[in-house]
């Protein structure tokens, strides 16, 4: 759905964005992750042909992004990171002109969308709070279904019953077959529902991890309770298994990977209770590549 190769894009001495490679696969939700000013939204605003990159090649729905740019636009749901709309029309005024430039797809299904996030579309732009202004720029992003979907820092603003909601609407798209380029600063953003992630940092490339597989990597807190007190050597040169710390009541465990060695090791005992620490996003992220990046 993506392909990018060797894109760059300079400001006089400032390089926003230096030889980016990047592939985004249809169906998928896939995560671009950065700090502000790392160069989320110069990609996203090369792959629609809004700047003009310095150097390097970007394909959009296998389309060239600036030969074919009128056709990508025309297919693809797009809402920018600095959202900007006619502050004078009301929000259900606005959808209707959108709508009439889109084409054919009915208006129920902006309606089924303004009525999942609540969206006020009765008053003018201008006088409405930014989460509002937000949900309007998410219903002309999504409203008549397009295949791809690029969302710069689509909930910024957004309270969290509302983020929940459009995540919600993001998963059913992917299982529509649609697929999702979603930018964000917050790594939490996109735990729930990404496939894949990419990080970037100061214009480059840092990572590109499958979520699921970046959590079984990761390293998980697991805490056992006894009936009766055991010894640390019973735990000892377990695979995947470090920082064993016994206790009075128990034993706690940094697992990497599988838990099947700690389950046989613990079965040989009566076990009273396990709690298991998930690490989130944010705990993976930082322990691969530190709190610098």
């Given at each position: 759905?993506?392909?990018?190769?060797g894109l760059s894009?300079?400001?006089g001495k400032h390089r926003a964005l230096d030889g980016l490679d990047l592939e985004v696969k249809p169906g998928e939700v896939f995560g671009y992750l950065g700090p502000n000013g790392a160069g989320?939204?110069?990609t996203i605003r090369l792959l629609l042909d809004l700047i003009r990159p310095s150097s390097g090649h970007a394909e959009v729905l296998?389309?060239?992004a600036h030969a074919d740019s009128l056709e990508i636009r025309r297919r693809v749901g797009y809402m920018p990171g600095e959202l900007a709309l006619y502050e004078k029309m009301t929000g259900a005024e606005l959808l209707k002109f959108l709508g009439r430039l889109r084409g054919p797809k009915p208006p129920s299904r902006s309606k089924e969308l303004s009525d999942a996030m609540g969206a006020q579309l009765d008053r003018p732009i201008g006088t409405l709070s930014k989460g509002n202004k937000q949900k309007i720029g998410l219903i002309q992003a999504m409203m008549h279904d397009p295949e791809l979907l690029?969302?710069?820092e689509p909930t910024s603003g957004l309270d969290p019953l509302v983020q929940?909601?459009?995540h919600g609407l993001l998963a059913q798209s992917k299982a529509e077959g649609r697929t999702?380029?979603?930018s964000s600063h917050a790594l939490s953003e996109v735990e729930a529902i990404a496939d894949r992630i990419a990080i970037i940092k100061d214009g480059s490339l840092a990572a590109v991890e499958d979520v699921q597989e970046m959590k079984a990597r990761a390293v998980r807190r697991i805490e056992v309770r006894f009936a009766r007190p055991v010894t640390k050597i019973a735990f000892e040169g377990l695979n995947g298994v470090d920082d064993v710390q016994i206790t009075d009541v128990g034993a706690t465990f940094s697992v990497t990977g599988s838990v099947d060695h700690l389950i046989k090791a613990i079965s040989s005992f009566e076990v009273t209770g396990i709690v298991t620490h998930e690490p989130d996003l944010?705990?993976?992220f930082l322990h691969y590549y530190g709190d610098g990046a």
């Open positions: 759905m993506i392909s990018v190769q894009k300079s400001y989320k939204t110069t296998g389309l060239d690029i969302l710069d929940h909601t459009v999702v380029f979603l944010e705990e993976i």
